[in-house]
């Protein structure tokens, strides 16, 4: 009966019905798992393990067993993790059952997670292009255009004359080495790089690593990002607060839930329903 469902009340209803399945469950934790990048993970299977458990029991402790606002996500204070994330987070006492526990403090919801932080490496290292590539199109649906065809994608930016060899130097030269580069570049670079205090497994850092994974002590890292237009953050927490606040992330999720509910890319008939 199509009468069943015109009212909002009537779709309110349906929803929490919806939501009462145990398959709710996991399927919002499949959304979230597939746009935040963290469904199939690069670190070794008991890290990986856990930085899935944590990420996919925050989603459902907020949105399912608490019923919070979906923006809480971002700003959670408390995440559940085990000893394998507590070396990670500098959590110390932990055991091997995931217990509820504090953020550290520069660390606050899922895009604080090791599952998040742990998306888009390379170079065996992170890279502030692809983790800002990530970001651009995954959370706020920018189209980031494909390198040149000429473009060298496979190795990492060389280091500059003159200049200490620090992440930063080289990818300012490489952004700025002729108008085709920069463009793209600068939408995503200044995003991966307000996350760069973060390694690949989501271990906070100050410094650099070399080769052998020993800290550079000639390359601190100042974490400065920018996202939006003009929007400064250091690191993830400040990252969520910039997002929560922009109405382009908001109806970039309405896209991606939309994606994931019908199995294909939005099309221009969509767009008035969405």
Same mark, same amino acid.
């Given at each position: 009966?199509?009468?069943?469902?015109?009212?909002?009340?009537? &779709?309110?209803?349906?929803?929490?019905?919806?939501?009462?399945?145990?398959?709710?469950?996991?399927?919002?934790?499949?959304?979230?798992?597939?746009?935040?990048?963290?469904?199939?993970?690069?670190?070794?299977?008991?890290?990986?393990?856990? #930085?899935?458990?944590?990420?996919?029991?925050?989603?459902?402790? +907020?949105? +399912?067993?608490?019923?919070?606002?979906?923006?809480?996500? /971002? *700003?959670?204070?408390? *995440?559940?993790?085990?000893?394998? =994330?507590?070396?990670?987070?500098?959590?110390?006492? =932990?055991?091997?059952? %995931?217990? @509820?526990?504090? /953020?550290?403090?520069?660390?606050?919801?899922?895009?604080?997670?090791?599952?998040? @932080?742990?998306?888009?490496?390379?170079?065996?290292?992170?890279?502030?292009? #692809?983790?800002?590539?990530?970001?651009?199109?995954?959370?706020?649906?920018?189209?980031?255009? %494909?390198?040149?065809?000429?473009?060298? &994608?496979?190795?990492?930016?060389?280091?500059?004359?003159?200049? %200490?060899?620090?992440?930063?130097?080289?990818? $300012?030269?490489?952004?700025?080495?002729?108008?085709?580069?920069?463009?793209?570049?600068?939408?995503?670079? %200044? +995003?991966?790089?307000?996350? $760069?205090? !973060?390694?690949?497994?989501?271990?906070?850092?100050?410094?650099?690593?070399?080769?052998?994974?020993?800290?550079? #002590?000639?390359?601190?890292?100042?974490?400065?990002?920018?996202?939006?237009?003009?929007?400064?953050?250091?690191?993830?927490? $400040?990252?969520?607060?910039?997002?929560?606040?922009?109405?382009?992330?908001?109806?970039? !999720?309405?896209?991606?839930?939309?994606?994931?509910?019908?199995?294909?890319?939005?099309?221009?008939?969509?767009?008035?329903?969405?």
């Amino acid at each position: 009966d199509s009468t069943q469902l015109s009212t909002a009340t009537q &779709v309110r209803q349906a929803a929490n019905g919806l939501l009462s399945s145990p398959r709710a469950t996991t399927q919002v934790q499949k959304l979230h798992g597939l746009w935040l990048g963290y469904a199939k993970l690069p670190a070794g299977d008991t890290l990986s393990a856990a #930085m899935k458990l944590e990420a996919d029991t925050l989603v459902k402790r +907020i949105l +399912i067993d608490e019923k919070k606002p979906w923006q809480e996500l /971002f *700003t959670s204070r408390q *995440t559940t993790i085990n000893n394998t =994330l507590g070396s990670v987070y500098d959590i110390q006492g =932990l055991a091997t059952s %995931p217990t @509820l526990v504090n /953020f550290p403090a520069n660390r606050q919801g899922i895009l604080s997670t090791s599952a998040f @932080l742990s998306v888009a490496p390379k170079f065996n290292d992170t890279s502030p292009t #692809m983790r800002g590539k990530f970001i651009a199109e995954r959370l706020l649906c920018q189209v980031v255009l %494909p390198p040149p065809p000429d473009s060298n &994608v496979d190795s990492p930016p060389p280091v500059v004359a003159g200049q %200490p060899d620090c992440k930063v130097n080289r990818y $300012e030269a490489h952004r700025r080495q002729g108008t085709s580069c920069f463009v793209c570049h600068q939408q995503m670079d %200044p +995003i991966g790089f307000g996350l $760069e205090r !973060f390694d690949r497994t989501g271990k906070y850092r100050e410094y650099d690593y070399n080769a052998d994974g020993t800290l550079k #002590m000639t390359c601190q890292i100042e974490g400065k990002g920018q996202i939006l237009g003009s929007n400064n953050f250091n690191g993830p927490s $400040e990252l969520s607060e910039v997002l929560i606040r922009s109405n382009d992330f908001k109806n970039c !999720f309405v896209r991606q839930v939309y994606r994931f509910g019908m199995g294909q890319q939005p099309s221009l008939s969509d767009r008035d329903f969405i």
